[in-house]
C-alpha cells in the first residue's frame, strides 16, 4: 500500500493520481527539502520520508511535510499541514508550513516535478 518514492526528474499527474489512490484515496503524504530540491511521497507517515531524506544527506531545517492532493486544482493541490512542520526553534509553532517564502518554495518544487 505505501511505497515510498523519491522523485528525482518528475512524475506525472496519472501516477501522482494512482499513489493517491492506493494510499489514502485522494492524496500522497509527501516531504520536500527546500535546499536540495528533493521530493518524497508514497508514506504512510511524514516522518517516514523525513528519515529516508535524513539519511541520504538532508539536513533537517530543510525538510517540510506536505499532502498532495492530485485530484484538486493545481491551487489547490498542497495541503502544507505536518507534525514534522512544528518547530518553534526555527519559528514555526504550528502543523502548518507558517513562512510564505517557504510555501512559496515548496509549491515551485513540487510544481516543477509533476508533469502533466
Known amino acids: 500500500m505505501f511505497d515510498l518514492k523519491e522523485i528525482k526528474t518528475s512524475i506525472s499527474l496519472d501516477?501522482?493520481?494512482?499513489?493517491?489512490?492506493?494510499?489514502?484515496?485522494?492524496?500522497?503524504k509527501a516531504v520536500v527539502d527546500i535546499v536540495t530540491n528533493k521530493l518524497v511521497i508514497g508514506v504512510e507517515m511524514h516522518v517516514d520520508a523525513?528519515?529516508?531524506?535524513?539519511?541520504?544527506?538532508?539536513?533537517?531545517e530543510n525538510l517540510w511535510g506536505i499532502n498532495i492532493y492530485p485530484e484538486l486544482e493545481k491551487e489547490d493541490q498542497i495541503e502544507f499541514d505536518s507534525m514534522i512542520n512544528i518547530?518553534?526553534?526555527q519559528g514555526n509553532r504550528s502543523r502548518d508550513v507558517e513562512d510564505l517564502g517557504i510555501q512559496k518554495?515548496?509549491?515551485?518544487?513540487v510544481r516543477a516535478k509533476i508533469v502533466e
Open 105 to 109: 518554495k515548496i509549491i515551485e518544487i
Open 87 to 89: 518547530r518553534p526553534t
Open 50 to 60: 523525513e528519515a529516508y531524506l535524513l539519511e541520504n544527506g538532508s539536513k533537517q
Open 15 to 28: 501516477e501522482l493520481k494512482s499513489f493517491a489512490t492506493n494510499q489514502y484515496g485522494d492524496f500522497t
